[in-house]
């Protein structure tokens, strides 16, 4: 049975540290946190994927199951396997993002609907796109991807994930896409609250 992951649990396997394997096979994760996450999307892992957006201050594994986990090889064959399983059973269509064809263009489409960014040549200050500047708008755009955790959000998550600097990458985005995906709707109501005492 999983247990609820914490500092002295593999965050892989799911098994309590030091309790199957030698102590030369623990490993700490510190550079390796992104990957892990984008490896969680791609199994569907979605405890771990949320255990490392929560950003814990330590994450600890066994480093056959991180080797084995973050393989290239092994997730091709898990997902030929479930390719196959799909095909037996009822046909799934898996959708295809355009970041991961080559059509997609960081400098060109927004990273948020994929659609080509219109630059304004005459009028460069008149501009309903913005360039990505900072670092942090990735983990702030994957937060509000949890946050919303519909067709829309992981869409968005695994074209991030897919990218590790969007300033070096020079990503673009519409000021409206991004207005739209991090609105949320606030549970309070607008006007004056109501009085029980005059409902009467």
Known sequence: MAQKLHENVCVICRSHLMSEKGDDDLATVRRGIDTLIEYSVKYDDTE?????????????????????????RKY??????????????????CKSLRSQSSLFNWKEHC??????????????????YRCVETLEIKESILSKCLVRSDSWGIEVQSRLLACNDLVAEEAVYHVQCHRKF????????????VSSKMSY
């Open 76 to 93: 091709e064959q898990f997902s030929a396997q479930r390719n196959a399983d799909d095909d037996a059973g009822n046909p799934v269509s």
């Open 182 to 193: 991090c609105k949320m709707q606030s549970s309070e109501g607008t006007g004056r609250p």
């Open 48 to 72: 771990l994927y949320e255990y490392l957006m929560s950003k814990p201050a330590v994450v600890r594994v066994h480093n056959s199951c991180r080797r084995t986990y973050t393989s290239k």
């Open 111 to 128: 990273l948020l609907c994929s659609a080509p960014v219109i630059k304004d040549e005459r009028h460069p200050n008149r501009k309903d």
